[in-house]
């Protein structure tokens, strides 16, 4: 079991950055594949970024990409989303998620996922 807990979101203008953390609670972390979504208001949910349990392997969404940069600490159970070049369209909920893997793989699909953070508000001004 995983429990993770969001921090570093906040209101920021166009153009900034914003650096999320996630804070993972358990024994099985470093054992886990992790990423980032988001969900803004009257949007479907958007898979943002995620990275293989060695942090080896990424995967950005087009709309990131360049723009986001997904990093982990497995020695301090910590996982990170590095935001810069914000954009208003940026502006979203954003959870922290994880999976138990066996392998050192990544997924896009957030259906993988079966360990979710409570979020963190990012809201991006123009």
């Known amino acids: 079991q995983v429990r993770l807990v969001e921090s570093g979101g906040g209101l920021v203008q166009a153009g900034g950055s914003l650096r999320l953390s996630c804070a993972a609670f358990g024994q099985t972390f470093s054992s886990c594949a992790m990423g980032w979504i988001r969900k803004a208001p009257e949007k479907e949910r958007e898979f943002v970024a995620g990275i293989s349990m060695s942090g080896g392997k990424t995967v950005y969404a087009d709309s990131v990409r360049g723009r986001f940069t997904i990093s982990r600490d497995n020695a301090k159970n910590m996982g990170y989303l590095q935001m810069d070049s914000l954009k208003t369209e940026d502006t979203a909920e954003y959870y922290c998620?994880?999976?138990?893997?066996?392998?050192?793989?990544?997924?896009?699909?957030?259906?993988?996922?079966?360990?979710w953070g409570q979020g963190t508000q990012v809201t991006v001004s123009s």
């Open positions: 998620i994880a999976v138990d893997a066996d392998y050192d793989v990544t997924t896009t699909d957030p259906d993988d996922y079966n360990y």
